[in-house]
């Protein structure tokens, strides 16, 4: 099931200083759907870094559940990611010489051994509801909606609370997006995942429970334009 999340004084200062993200306060229940929007250099990919716990230098209360990112140290929030977190990434992120579910199941790699096996099969079987099956060829030769299919896949395979995602519709054409954004809702909504996605896709956007709007590295209050 999902994680709720609570953010309280959130500031994350780039690397002059200058604070790259600003965010006083957010509450989400877990299970959520929730689209981010606003201009390209806002502070989107920002958000979704203090969120998996990659903003290094960021200030505040970001907390999943009962776990508070900042009181964790950089390999206790990697593991926290390992085991509760999905990321979609708008540039795949796919090994070339890898066929789909060699990419899908790669978290198995991370896993204990006793849970390698039921990470594969979720892997496959997400492809397979992705419409993906086993053809023996490589990434190399896919599409870039089949490439976004396997990146879900990857990052739904060993079952975490919260996916994020950054632009996964940016590379696709508008029926393949279309596609995706509903296979991705349904996806959550049936795990129960806390889904959070960047996008500038205003369909994806209509899918979601909820839309913020972050301009300005400010999330606008209530979060909406």
Do not use: C, Y
Request: glycine share 12%; aromatic share 4%; proline share 4%.
């Amino acid at each position: 099931m999902g994680l709720p999340l609570s953010i309280a004084g959130l500031r994350v200062p780039g690397p002059s200083g200058r604070v790259l993200l600003s965010v006083d306060a957010l509450d989400l229940p877990a299970g959520a759907l929730v689209g981010v929007k606003g201009p390209s250099g806002a502070g989107k990919t920002t958000f979704l870094n203090a969120l998996a716990g990659l903003a290094e230098r960021s200030e505040g209360r970001v907390r999943w559940g009962d776990v508070e990112l900042g009181s964790l140290g950089r390999e206790a929030r990697t593991r926290f990611r390992a085991a509760h977190v999905g990321m979609i990434f708008q540039d795949f992120l796919l090994f070339e010489e890898l066929d789909a579910a060699g990419n899908a199941a790669l978290s198995s790699m991370f896993r204990p051994r006793s849970e390698r096996a039921a990470v594969t099969a979720r892997a496959v079987a997400g492809l397979e509801r992705l419409g993906l099956r086993d053809t023996g060829r490589t990434v190399a030769s896919f599409s870039g909606g089949e490439r976004q299919r396997v990146g879900i896949a990857r990052a739904l395979a060993a079952a975490p609370d919260v996916v994020l995602a950054d632009e996964p519709t940016a590379s696709l054409h508008r029926e393949a997006a279309d596609a995706l954004v509903a296979d991705l809702a349904a996806l959550a909504r049936d795990g129960g995942t806390t889904l959070v996605a960047v996008s500038h896709d205003e369909r994806l956007l209509a899918a979601m429970d909820r839309v913020l709007t972050i301009r300005d590295g400010q999330l606008l209050a209530g979060g909406t334009a």
